[in-house]
């Protein structure tokens, strides 16, 4: 019999957004500000025999035999069946204002059969955005996150081997044509919406500047007038508001992981009265199996009669046991914690407790 145990960690999310100020740049994001994911289809060499097989992926072959035609290597007809070389699936972001001759990270994923890509190195690799244009080219060594090991009686294997990292393994060979002087606004993407934050945003920046500049749009959104803030550039306005403190507001949340057991309480969660009953049901299943024997002389063979033993118990704890709502946070974990239940339990009671309408928080399930 296996017994689980659970790590009930109950993390108080010390919210302090009442008494503590976060920067404006930690709350939103700028208009025009952004990333740009890139992708590229790549063969990575060198590696100790733990590559693709080229008959469960003839795409290998496929990238293999155009990379070696365009060095000049004519292998028309041939067959190769190499294990030291494996498909991979080569991805990264442009990050925003990237210029021509930076470099950036890529990650390097095995899409065929290939065991590990340990000590391999990716050749030139294109890599394409959305639109279809080639921003950047990675190549380099593959910094493979895990290792595998494999005997003739077995096989383990340690993280993930078959992706990995490249440092700096993309030089970035075009630039995002987007003119950030021309913006005459911009537009603050809060993170989490919220009309309470996104109204503080705006009286914040307004209060920094004496005079109107924000405008909040919706809960999501705050408009800021660039000529307004007097700045030579929308780069400016965002460099004289960016550092801006404001006070966030937070929503009241439960956030529940089963499979680890861990609950996570946000400081404005509130409980109303309430009385709960929980009991716990075991099922024990034993079985015994007899062997029968026919008589001394007497013609027959032996046989296993199964023999099964069923019981059945529940756990006699107390009917109902009342859970007083409070004021804190902190009352509401000390009347939890006077069920003395188990962490998977305990999670059990707040999905109760949240369909009868007395957990005033939003429930999350991971």
């Known amino acids: 019999m296996k017994t689980l145990f659970l790590a009930f960690i109950v993390v108080l999310i010390a919210s302090f957004a009442n008494a503590a100020s976060v920067r404006l740049k930690d709350l939103v994001e700028f208009d025009g500000v952004r990333g740009?994911?890139?992708?590229?289809?790549?063969?990575?060499?060198g590696l100790n025999g733990t590559g693709d097989g080229i008959r469960n992926a003839p795409f290998t072959e496929e990238i293999m035999s155009s990379i070696l035609e365009r060095l000049g290597v004519n292998i028309t007809g041939e067959q190769i069946r190499p294990k030291n070389v494996a498909a991979v699936i080569v991805t990264s972001v442009l990050p925003p204002f990237a210029r021509a001759g930076s470099q950036i990270d890529v990650t390097v994923s095995a899409i065929g059969d290939a065991r590990s890509l340990l000590g391999g190195t990716l050749i030139m690799t294109p890599l394409n955005a959305a639109d279809g244009q080639i921003y950047a080219v990675a190549q380099g060594t593959v910094l493979a996150g895990g290792a595998e090991a494999q005997g003739d009686g077995g096989r383990v294997v340690n993280g993930v081997p078959t992706s990995g990292a490249i440092p700096s393994g993309a030089r970035v060979e075009q630039e995002v044509d987007f003119d950030f002087t021309s913006l005459e606004s911009l537009r603050l993407a809060l993170r989490t919406p919220d009309f309470t934050t996104a109204a503080k945003v705006e009286a914040s920046i307004n209060r920094a500047f004496h005079r109107q500049v924000a405008r909040m749009l919706d809960a999501g959104t705050v408009q800021v007038d660039v000529h307004a803030t007097r700045a030579a550039s929308a780069a400016h306005a965002i460099g004289m508001i960016e550092n801006i403190l404001v006070e966030p507001e937070t929503r009241a949340r439960v956030v529940v992981d089963q499979r680890s057991g861990t609950i996570v309480m946000g400081e404005d969660v509130r409980l109303s009265r309430v009385a709960v009953s929980q009991g716990n049901l075991t099922l024990r299943i034993e079985e015994a199996p007899a062997v029968v024997q026919p008589n001394p002389f007497a013609p027959g063979t032996s046989i296993v009669v199964p023999r099964?033993?069923?019981?059945?118990?529940?756990?006699?704890?107390?009917?109902?046991?009342?859970?007083?709502?409070?004021?804190?946070?902190?009352?509401v974990i000390a009347g939890l914690n006077a069920l003395g239940v188990s962490p998977r339990d305990m999670i059990d009671i707040l999905k109760a407790v949240n369909a009868a309408g007395a957990l005033h928080a939003e429930f999350v399930v991971q």
Do not use: F, H
């Not at 740009?36 to 060499?45: A, F, I, P, S, T």
């Not at 099964?308 to 009352?331: F, K, N, Q, Y």
């Open 36 to 45: 740009n994911d890139l992708v590229g289809y790549g063969l990575v060499v």
């Open 308 to 331: 099964s033993s069923i019981t059945l118990e529940e756990d006699r704890g107390p009917r109902l046991a009342e859970v007083v709502g409070g004021p804190s946070l902190s009352e």
